[in-house]
């Protein structure tokens, strides 16, 4: 099985009723051979207009916390936990979540990251713990299935609220040295 295989199956993907007001369905972009893997919640109007995960606002502001640290999407790979737009970019539904999340889960087995970021409240309940709070927890480092995993905020949540941005730009610091010191890039 490849990426591909996954995402041809995610494109014919019916499984929720999201299916039916999605325009593309945004299976993830970047290194597939990475060993950091970002994964955010949900596709937004940009994203469902062109199909690529963060490439609005929010994925602008991805790009220069990556930069910042001498990082860049080739170097990692981003996901979502789901991967058609819910309408009006409302959160997604514990039942779609459900639904979706198995496609992460082979996206994860594949591409085999050392490190998982997830980008945000969504990302980080469903891979790390149901009462995690990004706010107190952020920056932190758990485990998941023998992996790193952490969470820090998610970019749009950064554009409604520039008071985190630098506790953000401290967890990509990390993330770079975690980087740096175990060899991933
Ligand atoms: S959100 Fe996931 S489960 Fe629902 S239709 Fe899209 S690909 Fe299928």
Excluded: W
């Excluded at 936990?81 to 819910?86: A, D, F, G, M, N």
Aim: hydrophobic fraction near 35%; glycine fraction near 6%.
């Amino acid at each position: 099985m490849t990426l591909q295989d996954i995402d041809n199956r995610v494109k014919g993907c019916i499984a929720c009723d999201l299916c039916k007001t999605r325009t593309n369905t945004v299976f993830g972009t970047g290194n597939p051979n990475a060993s950091i893997m970002f994964v955010g919640e949900a596709p937004g109007r940009n994203e469902d207009e062109t199909g690529i995960p963060f490439v609005g606002a929010a994925g602008h502001l991805l790009d220069d916390y990556l930069t910042a640290v001498g990082l860049s999407r080739e170097d990692v790979y981003i996901a979502n936990i789901i991967k058609c737009r819910p309408p009006n970019n409302r959160d997604p539904r514990p039942d779609e979540e459900d639904c979706c999340i198995h496609f992460l889960h082979e996206q994860i087995d594949l591409i085999n990251p050392k490190l998982i970021v997830c980008l945000g409240r969504i990302a980080a309940k469903r891979l790390i713990d149901p009462n995690f709070q990004v706010t107190r927890q952020h920056g932190e480092i758990y485990s998941y299935q023998g992996r790193k995993i952490m969470a820090t905020f998610h970019p749009a949540a950064l554009l409604r609220n520039p008071a985190n941005k630098v506790p953000t730009f401290t967890d990509f610091e990390k993330i770079y040295e975690i980087a740096k010191q175990e060899n991933y890039l």
